[in-house]
């Protein structure tokens, strides 16, 4: 998990999974309250994570039929919604 530039405090899970979720806010240290902002990198990661995967069962999906579509997206999306703030990156604002 990310952690502070200043003083090494780590962020939560929650921190970042809320910073996503409200189109990249910057996240505040629980401990010395600095701002770090989102890299360009982690915002083109974090798109192609959430999109790259839909896209992918898209276009197998005539061959495995709708239902089967529909499932691996209950299973595919919240898994990597649940991963995604692990490999966010922040630098100081």
Do not use: D
């Amino acid at each position: 998990m990310q952690q502070c530039e200043i003083c090494h405090t780590s962020f939560t899970w929650k921190q970042i999974s809320k910073s996503l979720w409200l189109a990249y806010k910057p996240v505040l240290c629980p401990n010395c309250g600095r701002r770090h902002k989102i890299q360009f990198l982690s915002r083109l990661l974090a798109s192609l994570m959430i999109v790259g995967p839909l896209f992918v069962l898209n276009s197998l999906s005539p061959f495995a039929g709708t239902g089967n579509f529909i499932f691996s997206v209950l299973i595919v999306v919240p898994a990597v919604l649940l991963v995604l703030p692990y490999m966010m990156r922040y630098r100081l604002a």
